[in-house]
Protein backbone atom coordinates (compact mmCIF):
# COMPACT_ATOMS: atom_id res chain seq x y z
CA UNK A 1 0.00 0.00 0.00
CA UNK A 2 0.96 3.84 -0.82
CA UNK A 3 -0.49 6.64 0.40
CA UNK A 4 1.02 10.02 0.04
CA UNK A 5 -0.81 13.33 1.06
CA UNK A 6 0.53 17.19 0.41
CA UNK A 7 -1.51 20.51 1.43
CA UNK A 8 -0.40 23.84 0.64
CA UNK A 9 -2.19 27.40 1.49
CA UNK A 10 -3.38 29.98 -1.08
CA UNK A 11 -1.26 32.61 0.67
CA UNK A 12 1.28 32.80 3.19
CA UNK A 13 -0.70 35.59 5.00
CA UNK A 14 -3.55 33.44 5.95
CA UNK A 15 -3.91 30.01 7.47
CA UNK A 16 -4.77 26.77 5.64
CA UNK A 17 -8.63 26.03 5.83
CA UNK A 18 -8.10 22.97 4.70
CA UNK A 19 -7.48 19.26 6.31
CA UNK A 20 -6.20 16.01 5.25
CA UNK A 21 -5.48 12.58 6.95
CA UNK A 22 -4.81 9.14 5.66
CA UNK A 23 -5.08 6.23 8.51
CA UNK A 24 -4.10 2.83 8.57
CA UNK A 25 -6.15 1.29 11.47
CA UNK A 26 -4.82 -1.68 13.42
CA UNK A 27 -7.68 -4.06 12.81
CA UNK A 28 -6.38 -3.61 8.90
CA UNK A 29 -8.01 -1.83 5.71
CA UNK A 30 -7.55 2.18 5.31
CA UNK A 31 -9.12 5.73 6.24
CA UNK A 32 -8.96 8.52 3.71
CA UNK A 33 -10.53 12.25 4.73
CA UNK A 34 -10.04 15.27 2.99
CA UNK A 35 -11.81 18.92 4.08
CA UNK A 36 -11.79 21.89 2.31
CA UNK A 37 -12.99 24.90 5.04
CA UNK A 38 -15.23 27.43 3.49
CA UNK A 39 -13.76 30.51 3.57
CA UNK A 40 -16.65 33.10 4.57
CA UNK A 41 -17.41 36.58 3.05
CA UNK A 42 -15.86 39.46 5.35
CA UNK A 43 -18.27 40.19 8.44
CA UNK A 44 -19.03 38.19 11.48
CA UNK A 45 -19.65 34.57 10.70
CA UNK A 46 -21.09 34.15 14.53
CA UNK A 47 -17.86 32.00 15.46
CA UNK A 48 -14.82 32.81 17.93
CA UNK A 49 -12.65 29.96 16.33
CA UNK A 50 -12.59 30.11 12.90
CA UNK A 51 -12.64 27.64 10.04
CA UNK A 52 -8.90 26.31 10.51
CA UNK A 53 -10.11 25.29 14.22
CA UNK A 54 -13.44 24.00 12.30
CA UNK A 55 -11.76 21.76 9.72
CA UNK A 56 -9.30 20.35 12.22
CA UNK A 57 -11.96 19.41 14.96
CA UNK A 58 -14.21 17.62 12.34
CA UNK A 59 -11.22 16.23 10.30
CA UNK A 60 -10.08 14.88 13.60
CA UNK A 61 -12.89 13.34 14.81
CA UNK A 62 -13.88 12.03 11.15
CA UNK A 63 -10.83 9.94 10.95
CA UNK A 64 -11.35 8.53 14.48
CA UNK A 65 -14.40 7.26 14.07
CA UNK A 66 -14.10 5.66 10.37
CA UNK A 67 -10.83 3.78 11.98
CA UNK A 68 -12.32 2.57 14.92
CA UNK A 69 -16.10 2.29 14.58
CA UNK A 70 -16.01 -0.47 11.30
CA UNK A 71 -19.97 -1.22 12.35
CA UNK A 72 -21.33 2.59 11.27
CA UNK A 73 -21.55 3.97 7.81
CA UNK A 74 -20.38 6.84 6.30
CA UNK A 75 -23.28 9.25 6.47
CA UNK A 76 -23.36 8.48 10.28
CA UNK A 77 -19.94 8.73 11.01
CA UNK A 78 -20.59 12.03 9.55
CA UNK A 79 -23.82 12.99 11.58
CA UNK A 80 -21.75 12.09 14.49
CA UNK A 81 -18.89 14.29 13.94
CA UNK A 82 -20.39 17.17 13.11
CA UNK A 83 -22.83 16.92 16.42
CA UNK A 84 -19.43 16.26 17.96
CA UNK A 85 -18.04 19.22 16.61
CA UNK A 86 -20.88 21.59 17.12
CA UNK A 87 -21.08 20.59 21.13
CA UNK A 88 -17.39 21.63 21.66
CA UNK A 89 -18.05 25.09 20.56
CA UNK A 90 -21.87 25.38 21.22
CA UNK A 91 -21.40 27.22 24.61
CA UNK A 92 -19.48 30.63 22.98
CA UNK A 93 -20.89 30.43 19.67
CA UNK A 94 -24.15 30.99 17.85
CA UNK A 95 -24.33 27.64 15.47
CA UNK A 96 -27.57 28.89 13.41
CA UNK A 97 -25.67 31.41 11.84
CA UNK A 98 -25.42 30.71 8.33
CA UNK A 99 -21.85 31.34 7.60
CA UNK A 100 -21.43 29.27 10.86
CA UNK A 101 -17.61 27.58 9.87
CA UNK A 102 -18.36 24.70 7.52
CA UNK A 103 -16.30 22.40 5.21
CA UNK A 104 -16.58 20.02 2.04
CA UNK A 105 -15.66 16.58 2.59
CA UNK A 106 -14.63 13.49 0.93
CA UNK A 107 -14.07 10.08 3.14
CA UNK A 108 -13.35 6.45 2.39
CA UNK A 109 -12.76 3.44 3.93
CA UNK A 110 -11.75 0.14 2.88
CA UNK A 111 -10.88 -3.55 4.28
CA UNK A 112 -10.37 -6.20 2.19
CA UNK A 113 -14.01 -6.59 1.11
CA UNK A 114 -14.85 -2.72 -0.16
CA UNK A 115 -14.40 0.49 -0.52
CA UNK A 116 -16.64 2.54 0.43
CA UNK A 117 -17.16 6.73 0.25
CA UNK A 118 -18.53 9.83 1.06
CA UNK A 119 -18.60 13.01 -1.12
CA UNK A 120 -20.36 16.41 0.08
CA UNK A 121 -19.86 19.37 -1.67
CA UNK A 122 -17.75 20.60 -4.21
CA UNK A 123 -13.93 18.84 -3.00
CA UNK A 124 -13.43 15.36 -5.98
CA UNK A 125 -13.09 11.50 -5.27
CA UNK A 126 -11.51 9.54 -8.16
CA UNK A 127 -11.84 5.65 -8.28
CA UNK A 128 -9.47 4.11 -10.52
CA UNK A 129 -10.31 0.40 -11.48
CA UNK A 130 -8.16 -2.58 -12.46
CA UNK A 131 -8.16 -1.41 -16.49
CA UNK A 132 -7.11 1.55 -15.47
CA UNK A 133 -10.59 3.51 -15.96
CA UNK A 134 -11.17 6.56 -13.52
CA UNK A 135 -14.46 7.50 -12.06
CA UNK A 136 -15.24 10.68 -10.65
CA UNK A 137 -17.43 11.33 -7.61
CA UNK A 138 -18.93 13.99 -7.55
CA UNK A 139 -21.21 16.18 -5.52
CA UNK A 140 -22.31 19.19 -8.56
CA UNK A 141 -24.83 20.71 -6.75
CA UNK A 142 -22.85 23.58 -5.98
CA UNK A 143 -21.73 23.44 -9.64
CA UNK A 144 -25.57 24.13 -10.63
CA UNK A 145 -25.88 27.34 -8.76
CA UNK A 146 -25.38 30.01 -11.29
CA UNK A 147 -22.30 31.88 -11.31
CA UNK A 148 -23.99 35.64 -10.64
CA UNK A 149 -25.87 34.06 -7.89
CA UNK A 150 -22.44 33.09 -6.67
CA UNK A 151 -20.92 36.64 -7.39
CA UNK A 152 -23.35 38.02 -4.49
CA UNK A 153 -22.50 36.61 -0.64
CA UNK A 154 -26.08 37.14 0.02
CA UNK A 155 -27.90 35.43 -2.93
CA UNK A 156 -25.65 32.34 -1.85
CA UNK A 157 -26.44 32.36 1.81
CA UNK A 158 -30.11 31.99 0.81
CA UNK A 159 -28.99 28.71 -1.27
CA UNK A 160 -26.15 27.52 1.61
CA UNK A 161 -27.63 24.56 2.96
CA UNK A 162 -31.03 24.66 2.12
CA UNK A 163 -33.24 22.79 -0.54
CA UNK A 164 -32.47 23.73 -4.04
CA UNK A 165 -29.14 24.96 -3.19
CA UNK A 166 -26.00 22.98 -2.32
CA UNK A 167 -24.80 21.24 1.27
CA UNK A 168 -21.55 21.54 3.22
CA UNK A 169 -20.59 20.28 6.66
CA UNK A 170 -21.71 22.91 9.26
CA UNK A 171 -23.86 22.55 12.54
CA UNK A 172 -26.68 20.56 11.14
CA UNK A 173 -25.69 16.48 11.77
CA UNK A 174 -29.07 15.90 9.20
CA UNK A 175 -26.94 17.45 6.36
CA UNK A 176 -24.72 14.22 6.36
CA UNK A 177 -28.09 12.45 4.61
CA UNK A 178 -27.13 14.72 1.36
CA UNK A 179 -24.07 13.36 1.14
CA UNK A 180 -23.19 11.13 -1.80
CA UNK A 181 -22.14 7.76 -0.74
CA UNK A 182 -21.77 4.55 -2.38
CA UNK A 183 -19.52 0.96 -2.04
CA UNK A 184 -17.38 -0.65 -4.54
CA UNK A 185 -15.76 -4.02 -4.21
CA UNK A 186 -12.24 -4.09 -2.88
CA UNK A 187 -11.03 -6.01 -6.10
CA UNK A 188 -12.56 -3.44 -8.17
CA UNK A 189 -10.12 -0.39 -7.17
CA UNK A 190 -6.36 -0.46 -7.28
CA UNK A 191 -5.99 3.44 -6.53
CA UNK A 192 -7.36 6.48 -5.63
CA UNK A 193 -7.24 10.02 -4.73
CA UNK A 194 -9.01 13.12 -2.75
CA UNK A 195 -8.55 16.45 -4.49
CA UNK A 196 -9.70 19.79 -2.38
CA UNK A 197 -11.21 22.37 -5.19
CA UNK A 198 -7.62 23.91 -5.23
CA UNK A 199 -6.04 20.94 -6.53
CA UNK A 200 -8.43 19.67 -8.48
CA UNK A 201 -7.76 22.84 -10.68
CA UNK A 202 -5.66 20.84 -12.69
CA UNK A 203 -8.52 19.30 -14.38
CA UNK A 204 -11.82 21.42 -13.67
CA UNK A 205 -10.56 24.59 -13.88
CA UNK A 206 -7.43 25.00 -16.39
CA UNK A 207 -8.57 21.89 -18.57
CA UNK A 208 -4.43 20.28 -18.66
CA UNK A 209 -5.92 16.70 -18.59
CA UNK A 210 -8.80 14.45 -17.84
CA UNK A 211 -9.25 13.04 -14.33
CA UNK A 212 -7.23 10.06 -15.56
CA UNK A 213 -4.50 12.27 -16.46
CA UNK A 214 -4.52 14.15 -13.11
CA UNK A 215 -4.64 10.70 -11.19
CA UNK A 216 -1.18 9.68 -13.54
CA UNK A 217 0.03 12.89 -12.30
CA UNK A 218 -0.41 12.00 -9.15
CA UNK A 219 0.91 8.72 -9.52
CA UNK A 220 4.13 10.24 -10.80
CA UNK A 221 4.84 12.99 -9.33
CA UNK A 222 2.94 12.47 -5.87
CA UNK A 223 0.30 15.17 -4.24
CA UNK A 224 3.12 17.94 -3.80
CA UNK A 225 4.41 17.36 -8.05
CA UNK A 226 -0.14 18.76 -8.61
CA UNK A 227 -0.09 21.01 -6.24
CA UNK A 228 3.04 23.10 -7.88
CA UNK A 229 1.74 21.98 -11.33
CA UNK A 230 -1.39 24.45 -10.36
CA UNK A 231 0.38 26.90 -8.73
CA UNK A 232 2.42 26.83 -12.18
CA UNK A 233 -1.30 27.76 -13.89
CA UNK A 234 -2.28 30.56 -11.72
CA UNK A 235 0.63 32.32 -11.53
CA UNK A 236 0.82 31.88 -15.70
CA UNK A 237 0.34 35.62 -16.74
CA UNK A 238 -0.75 34.72 -20.07
CA UNK A 239 -3.55 32.75 -18.45
CA UNK A 240 -6.99 34.26 -17.34
CA UNK A 241 -7.44 34.04 -13.10
CA UNK A 242 -9.42 31.16 -11.62
CA UNK A 243 -12.80 32.31 -10.98
CA UNK A 244 -12.91 33.33 -6.79
CA UNK A 245 -9.33 33.56 -5.66
CA UNK A 246 -6.10 33.13 -7.69
CA UNK A 247 -4.77 31.32 -5.54
CA UNK A 248 -6.77 28.71 -2.86
CA UNK A 249 -5.58 26.18 -0.55
CA UNK A 250 -5.42 23.24 -1.99
CA UNK A 251 -4.83 19.73 -0.81
CA UNK A 252 -4.20 16.30 -2.44
CA UNK A 253 -4.76 12.62 -0.84
CA UNK A 254 -3.20 9.90 -3.23
CA UNK A 255 -3.66 5.89 -2.65
CA UNK A 256 -2.60 2.49 -4.10
CA UNK A 257 -4.72 -0.12 -2.56
Given at each position: ?????A????????????????????A??????????????????????????????????????????????????????I??????????????????????????????A??????L??????????????????????????????????????????????????????????????????????????????????????????????????R????????????????????????????????A?????
Amino acid sequence: MRIDLASAPGSPERPNEDWVSASIPAAGGGVLVALDGVTPPRGDDGCVHGVPWFSTRLGGRLTELSGSRRDMPLERILAEAIADTADAHRGTCDLSHVRTPQATVVLVRWDEACVEHLVLSDSVLLLRGPGGEVTAVLDDRLDRVPREVLGSAAATDALRNAEGGFFTAAADPAVAARAVTGRTPRGEVRALAALTDGASRWTDTFGEGDWAACLDVLRKEGAQGLIGRVRALESDPLRRPARGKRHDDASAVYAEL
